[in-house]
T-cell receptor, first 114, second 114 residues
Framework: DTEVTQTPKHLVMGMTNKKSLKCEQH?????MYWYKQKAKKPPELMFV???????INESVPSRFSPECPNSSLLNLHLHALQPEDSALYLC?????????????FGSGTQLSVL | AQSVTQLGSHVSVSEGALVLLRCNYS??????LFWYVQYPNQGLQLLLK??????LVKGINGFEAEFKKSETSFHLTKPSAHMSDAAEYFC????????????FGPGTSLSVIP
């Protein structure tokens, strides 16, 4: 299994809603990532988990809250989002966090905030 | 500081023609370099990576890239374009700061004309 699975594929939410994005991999990878990608732009790193511990937070607003319940799962909890947060949210994993690591990406969750 | 530039936000080639996508990096030391491809409505997939073992790197789907230190370039080529190659291509560099981070270039959209 070389897949990173993200659910849901599409999500529409209001600014007062609370929702969660889910990501799962069964490749035994110990580093997992959240990226945000606006249309026609490159992915931007948000968070990195290494061995289930938060390793990097790229100064992301607190309305985004990551969680890594175990080595296979990564969640992104959303609360009080703004319309400008509408984007494709990509999850990725790698064997470990490092310069030479290949990133495996999921297909993403397309989020629209109304 | 390390960054990546990709000359040409959009490239069109005829089916069967040579594909050349340009990438230049700025780095004080030879970095780790990657090419990722993103098909519509999907996540990113690694095409190939340079890790200093060989300057000519062969990847998947017939793509290859050559690392040229004197030109600080890592251009992506494919001898004969297929319709299925139409996608967004991102050059990326791995950056060593207080932590390991991959920085993506702005991307080049490749169109293949029948």
């Amino acid at each position: 299994d070389t897949e990173v699975t993200q659910t849901p594929k599409h999500l529409v939410m209001g600014m007062t809603n609370k929702k969660s994005l889910k990501c799962e991999q069964h490749m035994g990878h110990r580093a997992m990532y959240w990226y945000k990608q606006k249309a026609k732009k490159p992915p931007e790193l948000m968070f990195v988990y290494s061995y289930e511990k938060l390793s990097i937070n790229e100064s992301v607003p607190s309305r985004f809250s990551p969680e890594c319940p175990n080595s296979s799962l990564l969640n992104l909890h959303l609360h009080a989002l703004q319309p400008e947060d509408s984007a494709l949210y990509l999850c990725a994993s790698s064997q470990r966090q490092g310069l030479n690591e290949k990133l495996f990406f999921g297909s993403g969750t397309q989020l629209s905030v109304l | 500081a390390q960054s990546v530039t990709q000359l040409g936000s959009h490239v069109s080639v005829s089916e069967g023609a040579l594909v050349l996508l340009r990438c230049n990096y700025s780095s004080s030391v030879p970095p780790y370099l990657f090419w990722y491809v993103q098909y519509p409505n999907q996540g990113l997939q690694l095409l190939l990576k340079y890790t200093s073992a060989a300057t000519l790197v062969k990847g998947i789907n017939g793509f290859e890239a050559e690392f040229k230190k004197s030109e600080t370039s890592f251009h992506l080529t494919k001898p004969s374009a297929h319709m299925s190659d139409a996608a967004e291509y991102f050059c990326a560099v791995a950056k060593k700061t207080s932590y390991d981070k991959v920085i993506f270039g702005p991307g080049t959209s490749l169109s293949v004309i029948p």
